[in-house]
């Protein structure tokens, strides 16, 4: 723990400014992680920018039919949206699934997307960690890996030294739920506003692992916006973990699906836990595509979205046992979401 | 025999008289005690888990504003005792275990505090560390006692042989993870050093042991220390035995004479310096013939004690005393690593114990087709198997019985029943705890303004103390409830034994009633104001030619989600048999809670070891998941009205632990019968289910 200043400015422009001037400066919106990592020593910043008054709050339709919701509208107040509700259930069931009823009335829409992972080795200060302190290592290769990467990782066993090695999972449900709708970011920021996509805002490690977004210093998301969703489609998240409640996925599925006439006439899924960002499952969706809605295309296009995938061994057998879980929860979601199948 | 006393204020439903202050907040905890210009203390820990410290540089700590000093190695005061490894804090250069206490920072604020400890720089010359548990390491030693004073092995005819010729043999290895007490209040201790007195206020189970400890160490007399601990926020045996966080306490409070000193250590702290239950592995061999009658049965458990601390836990006790056998074996071996210290955890010895011999049975019960309560009724020994001697009481069939009626075992569902989704067994196994009191404890008993007061130095964990301990005192007087008040929780009291072995309501509650007979004997029934009498546990009078244990059964049902493997508990249930219940709210309080610890064991917490670094790597509660609400449904606890007068002369055996032994074994058998999988090594969690799904 170290001192930091700590400011409030009046205006998001304000904010954005403040950040950008200083090197090692942070917004803080919700805290629920921001907070624990300044008590352990992950974080250090020597400015806070509180913006939680700052952005909206509010949840507003869009001309197209979609909605936009304010950053700072509340993971509580999101998934009790009737709007929500009733259009996009798979982002409200993955609200719900997410953390606490406390936690999920101070977390925010732009904060819980940018939450950090619960990597172990990242939150304590004193093992090697490449995301946390660049150059270090990883300490995760080889250590306890139950809620790591299975896809998005090296062909290989990852190399602990390596300065580039990251087999951490970034934790947020709701982000899984946003990578499947194909939200869109409104990003402010020293350079003005622009748009993300969702599924483009976080990043795999690359080089650089302890970089999680594409955001620069000093962007702050002002809202996330959702599409309007084509009738007839049908939405559910499926989390899988090992508590019933208040606990981060071992796996998780966002699934979007529409069928027409006994084909899948379209199809969107992300998956959580198993990447270092929201996995678009992109293969699955080719796979499917204009295929019978079966249990059967299911199960292929599970096969060919973890084609790629690499189980991390480790302590108590590793992570390996992700790869038949993920599989069953996948096909046991669109199985659910396509009774006439 | 002892006449019981006639219970007029036992066995009723009080609440509890501290709730009120609970709910409003009002009920001071160690930490919280108010203080004049309180400091605050921040340990700095190894960050080697063996090695030297060859330097510490302190430069940039002491250089902030509001730092009153820090100690190190180098520097701290040099105590009277390092008998005690454990409580040797800051006293040689070696590190033992990685979060050994090398230093701490008293400031003037907690966060200030924290900042300098972080600044401190600490250099290691470190050595190659050796922190895995195995059964094949070639070091593995003969403990010369267990955690309990009894004797390591113990053997009985020839098991070998009974192995051979028996009709049915079973032999399995079971393993029971690593578990962290985490109350939710953590180890905590306000401490002022003043003018050569020391006054603790420490969240501990037992204010006159701790106090004993610190004058152990530090070289003080009792009288120059006072412990203060009117309420603890759960111990779970974390707080038994003090720690070394309260020598660590204590010597920065003597850095800074007259300034109060607080130090609370945070939760990933208390993972390295508050004690847990050691892994065990357990293989289990048992014999029988085809109808189910035990030929043999052995346990030989290896299990793990820091080279700081010897700590025994007494994992292979249960399987001397539970079932009859001709032919028996218990055995422990324990391996000296560079780990934290071990030490009690909720029923230490029954809890792990009774996991692989009641898993076990159910095997062995699948294996002869037979019912797997029936299996446990035939192998009922009419005494004790252990010392011979006839039982004080021992009703284990009796909850078996009930449970299941209650249960409604007879129409469980056939093995691998699917209900929807979800794959349902049903599963029991038995508990078991020593009925025990300690031998030292004193009340005082005073008539002040019209009422009855009794003192005495006890604990109340959560558990009800302060509500169930009057009730004894009422009835052993022969007043009203309303009429007494109890003291408890300080060194100004008289001597009371450590909350712990499921003794204290046993030993406490014998020393009031002594004290409540002395009391009448000298001033009859119309005492005067300020009439007083102390008496203390009468040990002579401790009934020998019994063995005492409360016993219980334990029911669950689980649900196993067929496409995922997750796990659901819809039911738990358990009946005991444990004595005369002094008061059914916060008896029923107690056995939840063990039976809700030990589903937490069956399915959710594990301390996860990394030999490499030589620590838990899910040091957090966010990590360390413990049983939420939504993971069980309904919950039940039961007794039966269970009279023995050969315990005390209260008639209880003490119901602190019972509830958690026994549950685990129960889910185990009940994930079995729904699945097929037989998981030997806890906890059950979903991946060791995977491959045997529809």
Redesign the interface.
């Known amino acids: 723990m170290k001192p930091f200043a700590y400011a409030r400015p009046g205006s998001v422009a304000e904010a954005v400014r403040d950040v950008t001037a200083e090197p090692n400066a942070v917004f803080l919106a919700g805290g629920t992680n921001l907070v624990d990592h300044l008590k352990l020593g992950v974080a250090r910043p020597e400015l806070v920018v509180d913006v939680r008054t700052l952005t909206s709050r509010e949840v507003s339709d869009l001309p197209d039919g979609g909605i936009r919701v304010g950053a700072s509208v509340t993971n509580s107040e999101l998934a009790a949206d009737r709007r929500v509700r009733e259009r996009y259930p798979v982002l409200a069931q993955a609200l719900l699934s997410g953390a606490t009823g406390q936690l999920r009335n101070v977390a925010t829409t732009g904060g819980n997307p940018l939450q950090r992972t619960r990597c172990v080795y990242f939150q304590d200060v004193t093992t090697a960690c490449n995301k946390r302190e660049p150059g270090s290592g990883c300490s995760a290769v080889g250590g306890y890996t139950r809620y790591h990467a299975v896809l998005g990782v090296p062909a290989a066993l990852p190399d602990a030294t390596a300065p580039e090695t990251c087999t951490a999972t970034h934790p947020s449900d709701m982000a899984v739920a946003l990578a499947a709708l194909d939200a869109q970011v409104q990003v402010l920021g020293p350079a003005g506003a622009r748009t993300v996509p969702f599924v483009d805002l976080h990043r795999l490690p690359g080089d650089d692992p302890s970089r999680d977004t594409v955001l620069e210093h000093g962007e702050l998301i002002t809202a996330i916006d959702l599409p309007p969703l084509p009738a007839g489609v049908r939405s559910a998240y499926r989390k899988v973990r090992d508590r019933a409640s208040y606990a981060f996925a071992l796996v998780s599925v966002a699934a979007v699906v529409a069928v027409e006439d006994g084909q899948v006439a379209d199809v969107r899924i992300a998956l959580g836990g198993v990447a270092h960002k929201p996995w678009r499952a992109t293969r699955a969706e080719q796979a499917l595509s204009g295929r019978p809605a079966t249990v059967d295309s299911y199960r292929a296009a599970v096969a060919a979205e973890l084609a790629g995938a690499q189980p991390q061994p480790g302590i108590d057998g590793g992570n390996g046992f992700k790869i038949p879980l993920l599989t069953r929860a996948l096909v046991a979601t669109l199985r659910d979401l396509t009774p006439e199948a | 025999m002892t006449d019981l006393l006639e219970p007029r204020a036992i066995g009723r439903d009080l609440v509890r008289r501290d709730g009120v202050a609970k709910v409003r907040g009002t009920a001071t905890y160690a930490y919280e005690t108010p203080v004049d210009r309180p400091a605050y203390a921040f340990p700095v820990q190894a ?1 080697v888990a063996r090695g030297r410290v060859t330097a510490m540089d302190t430069t940039a700590a002491e250089a902030l504003d509001g730092v009153l000093v820090v100690l190190t190695p180098f520097t701290a005061e040099r105590l009277a005792s390092t008998e005690d490894r454990e409580y040797a804090v800051l006293q040689s250069d070696e590190v033992a275990f990685r979060g050994q206490l090398v230093g701490v920072v008293v400031a003037e604020t907690s ?1 200030l505090a ?2 300098a400890a ?1 600044s401190v720089v600490v250099t290691y010359d470190e050595r190659p560390h050796d922190t895995e548990l195995s059964v094949d390491r070639d070091d593995l030693y003969r403990p010369d006692a267990l955690g309990d004073g009894a004797e390591s092995d113990t053997s009985e005819g020839d098991v070998a042989a009974a192995m051979a010729a028996a009709e049915v043999t079973l032999e399995h290895t079971y393993s029971t993870a690593m578990y962290h007490n985490n109350p939710l209040e953590p180890h905590a201790t306000t401490a002022l050093w003043d003018g050569g007195q020391l006054v603790l206020w420490d969240s501990t189970q037992g204010v006159h042991p701790d106090r004993a400890a610190v004058c152990e160490v530090f070289g003080l007399a009792e009288d120059q220390v006072r412990v203060v601990c009117p309420y603890v926020g759960g111990g779970f045996g974390a707080k038994g035995e003090p720690h070394a966080n309260v020598m660590l306490a204590t010597m920065a409070a003597r850095a800074v004479p007259g300034r109060p000193v607080k130090l609370a250590l945070t939760r ?1 702290q208390m993972f390295t310096l508050a004690g847990y239950r050691t892994p065990t592995i357990q293989q289990v061999q048992l014999a029988a013939d085809h109808r189910g009658r035990l030929q043999a049965i052995a346990i030989d458990v290896v299990e793990q004690t820091s080279r700081v601390k010897e700590f025994a836990e007494q994992t292979g006790v249960p399987t001397r005393m539970m079932y009859a056998s001709p032919n028996r074996r218990t055995t422990h071996r324990l391996a000296a690593l560079d780990v934290p210290v071990n030490s009690w955890m909720r029923a230490p010895g029954e809890c792990p114990g009774m996991f692989g011999p009641e898993v076990a049975l159910d095997e062995l019960a699948e294996t002869l087709g037979i019912d797997p309560i029936q299996l446990r009724i035939r192998n009922e020994p009419e005494v004790d198997p252990e010392t011979g001697k006839p039982w004080s009481s021992r009703h284990l069939v009796e909850c078996l019985r009930e449970g299941a009626q209650r249960f409604g075992w007879a129409d469980r569902p056939p093995p691998r029943h699917r209900d929807g989704d979800w794959l349902v067994g049903t599963g029991v196994a038995s508990s078991v705890y020593p009925t025990q009191r300690m031998a030292q404890s004193t009340a005082i008993v005073r008539y002040e303004d019209g009422r009855y007061v009794a003192e005495i130095g006890a604990a109340d964990l959560g558990t009800g103390t302060w509500t169930t301990l009057p009730q004894i005192a009422a009835d052993a007087l022969g007043v009203p409830v309303e009429d007494v008040e109890v003291r408890i929780g300080d060194t100004r009291y008289p001597i009371a034994s450590v909350a712990g072995g499921s003794s204290g309501m046993n030993t406490w509650g014998s020393a009031v009633v002594e004290a409540a007979r002395t009391f009448r004997e000298k001033f009859g029934r119309d005492p005067a104001d300020g009439d007083e009498a102390e008496n203390s546990v009468d040990q002579a009078a401790q009934d020998e030619d019994h063995a005492p244990y409360a016993f219980g059964a334990q029911f669950a049902e689980v649900r196993v989600h067929a ?4 796990l ?1 508990v819809p039911r738990l249930l358990g009946v005991f048999a444990a004595g005369r219940i002094i008061n059914p709210r916060t008896a029923r309080s107690q056995f939840v809670g063990g039976m809700t610890m030990g589903l937490s064991m069956a ?2 917490e ?1 301390s ?3 030999d ?2 030589g620590q838990v ?4 509660l ?2 360390y ?1 413990i ?5 069980v449904g309904d919950v039940q606890a039961h007794w039966l009205d269970e009279h023995d007068p050969y315990v005390n002369a209260m008639g209880t055996k003490g119901i602190g632990e019972i509830g958690i032994v026994g549950t685990a074994a129960a889910v185990v058998n009940a994930v079995h019968r729904a699945t097929g999988v037989r998981v030997r090594h806890l906890p059950v ?3 060791k289910l ?2 045997d ?1 529809p």
Do not use: F, K, S, Y
């Open positions: 960050t966060e924290r900042q972080d990933q496409d995922t493997g997750e659901r399915l959710h594990n996860v070891w990394d490499r670094i790597a899910n040091h957090d966010a990590e998941h049983t939420v609400n939504a993971d969690t979903l991946d995977l491959a799904l």
